[in-house]
């Protein structure tokens, strides 16, 4: 047992939530839970507890599951080489099956088990089901190291959200559900494909119109060029931190999904670290965040 303040700190610390309490009742929250915030079962726990808490007060929270490290182990194990182009997983044939075999099949029942273990009741679900999220096929143009010269990348199955189908969220959201999300979509031609998972919660967060969007990463926030946490950022700041090279790598698919979402009338995005215990709560029901809020 861990040392607890004493009681009237403990009281005082439960009426602090109150407000924030209040602010997010019968609110829509799409929680970005990353495959590197995934880490270890202990932390697994916490997340599932903070989800449980938030669907007990009133809150109406979807996870968006990624599983990137997970994926990677697979192919590795079957001898699948597995390359990325600007920042997205070139997905053929072979991986788009295992893609969709880890998220929609071991770490989305992975997490609904670790709710259903805390007490809550979990459902979990992709994009394709009820037609809920359909895609369009990814191009991307990189730069080529050897010639440095632009090209066009076929990144085969890779997919971005065109159209959300509230049906089936609205759906299990009304019998008090918990709906987890694996980032598979749907093609028009019945083809499956890969989303990244970042993209995917942004789309969710956008078409439910969700009050935040948080997403859980393995730093503490978008940091600046000294490695100083950015509590706060408007929209034309994070464009200026990409243009002049302070957010790079993962870091901009996460700004630009940040971007999206509040332009789709999601009031406030939150990055921050999934690995701090209770890293949801801390962000949600009390006074000082997490991580960095970015608001339009
Ligand atoms: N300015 C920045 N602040 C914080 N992280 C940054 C920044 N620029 C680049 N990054 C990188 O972005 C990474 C997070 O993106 P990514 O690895 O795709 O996360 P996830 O797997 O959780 O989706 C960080 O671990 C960090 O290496
Ligand atoms: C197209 C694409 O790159 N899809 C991702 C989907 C999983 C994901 O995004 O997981 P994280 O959030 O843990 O990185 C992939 O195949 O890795």
Redesign the pocket.
């Known amino acids: 047992m861990t040392d607890l303040p004493d009681v009237h700190t403990q009281a005082e610390i439960l009426v602090q939530a109150l407000p924030h309490m209040q602010r997010y009742d019968q609110e829509i929250v799409v929680i970005?839970y990353?495959?590197?915030?995934m880490g270890d079962p202990a932390a697994a726990e916490d997340f599932a507890e903070d989800v449980v808490l938030l669907e007990q007060s009133g809150v109406k929270p979807i996870v968006v599951h990624?599983g990137?490290?997970q994926i990677g182990n697979m192919l590795g194990k079957l001898g699948i080489r597995s390359e990325f182009a600007a920042?997205l997983r070139i997905t053929d044939k072979a991986t788009v099956e295992i893609v969709e075999m880890v998220l929609a099949g071991s770490i989305n029942k992975q997490i609904v088990g670790t709710i259903a273990a805390e007490g809550g009741k979990a459902i979990g679900l992709c994009g394709k089901d009820g037609n809920m999220v359909t895609a369009t096929k990814v191009t991307r143009t990189v730069v080529d190291p050897d010639s440095n010269i632009e090209k066009v990348v076929d990144l085969g199955f890779v997919g971005e959200p065109e159209r959300v189908d509230r049906t089936v969220l609205d759906a299990v959201l009304k019998a008090e559900l918990i709906p987890v999300l694996a980032p598979v979509a749907v093609g028009h031609d019945g083809a499956t494909y890969n989303v990244?998972?970042?993209t995917f919660a942004g789309a969710i967060a956008g078409a439910m119109r969700a009050k935040r969007l948080l997403?859980?990463?393995?730093?503490?926030?978008?940091?600046?060029?000294d490695?100083n946490l950015?509590p706060e950022l408007t929209v034309d700041e994070c464009r200026r931190?990409i243009a002049d090279g302070?957010?790079?790598?993962?870091?901009?698919?996460?700004v630009e999904t940040c971007i999206y979402a509040l332009e789709q009338g999601v009031e406030g995005v939150v990055?921050l670290d999934?690995k701090v215990p209770h890293s949801v709560l801390l962000e949600l029901y009390t006074d000082h965040g997490a991580g960095?809020l970015i608001t339009r």
């Open positions: 970005k990353g495959g590197h915030a990624g990137g490290p920042g990244n998972a970042d997403l859980l990463t393995d730093v503490p926030g978008v940091l600046d060029k490695k950015l931190l302070t957010i790079t790598g993962g870091m901009i698919p996460k990055i999934g960095t």
